[in-house]
């Protein structure tokens, strides 16, 4: 088991540009996070996939994001026309989970490394 | 909507000492769970310890304890024995409820720098 792993890990792209982001999670986790952390402050929720379904989206998700996991499997973040306000550090975390909840040691979110997006 | 506050930016302890960062939260809920993430430089955030609302009990982990106080919607993080490789950025989490899932609520953090 490595891990959950994320490519790439530093992007730089231009105002405008679209940018995708992939994470590979762990291979027996369901459940699939992302996360958008800017400097000197925690992580922010933006959404959430139990297999292929992706079942909440945060408000900071707007229209310009769009992210997928086919197949339950790995999982693409998009963003598009990007801005300057989009530079961030974008995580992924994985873990296994049931639908009744709780933090069970299975459910216990595993981060990768993230991808640092610079927006120039 | 449940907040986490962190009210320390930086400390730093010297090797060997005991240090304590601080994390208050705000929620209504009565069953929930609490977390310290580690991030050190440039590397993956790790968990170090987490605390189930309903155990009055306090969870350890090695070095790592907490001291949870419910009624005062309190987390802190002790680390007894510094060692250097303790040196990074810890985040209080607050574990919130989705269908079918948990939704990690996190502080800003605190930079913990230890000191030889």
């Known amino acids: 088991d490595t891990g959950v792993s994320q490519n790439p890990r530093h992007k730089i792209t231009k105002r405008g540009q679209n940018v995708t982001f992939r994470c590979d999670p762990i291979?027996?986790?369901?459940?699939l996070y992302w996360y958008r952390q800017t400097l000197g402050q925690g992580p922010e929720f933006l959404t959430y996939?139990?297999?292929?379904?992706?079942?909440?989206k945060s408000r900071l998700l707007s229209d310009r994001f769009s992210a997928e996991r086919p197949k339950g499997s790995f999982s693409t973040l998009e963003i598009q026309r990007t801005e300057q306000g989009d530079s961030a550090m974008y995580l992924c975390?994985?873990?296994?989970?049931?639908?009744?909840?709780?933090?069970?040691?299975?459910?216990?979110?595993?981060f990768g490394a993230g991808t640092r997006l610079s927006v120039l | 909507a449940q907040t986490v506050t962190q009210s320390q930016p930086e400390m730093s302890v010297q090797e060997a000492e005991t240090v304590t960062l601080s994390c208050t939260y705000d929620?209504?809920?009565?069953?929930?769970?609490l977390f310290w993430y580690k991030q050190p430089p440039s590397r993956q955030m790790i968990l170090v310890i987490r605390?189930?609302?309903?155990?009055?009990q306090n969870a350890t982990e090695n070095r790592f304890s907490v001291n949870f106080q419910k009624a005062a919607k309190s987390f802190s993080l002790k680390i007894s024995d510094s060692q250097l490789g303790d040196t990074a950025m810890y985040f209080c989490?607050?574990?919130?409820?989705?269908?079918?899932?948990?939704?990690?609520?996190f502080g800003a953090g605190t930079i913990l720098r230890v000191k030889s």
């Open positions: 975390a994985s873990s296994w989970g049931v639908a009744s909840g709780g933090a069970t040691a299975k459910n216990i979110q595993y």
């Open positions: 291979s027996e986790h369901n459940r």
């Open positions: 996939f139990q297999n292929e379904a992706q079942l909440e």
């Open positions: 929620t209504s809920e009565n069953n929930y769970y």
């Open positions: 605390q189930e609302a309903y155990k009055q």
């Open positions: 989490a607050f574990m919130k409820y989705l269908w079918g899932g948990n939704k990690l609520v």
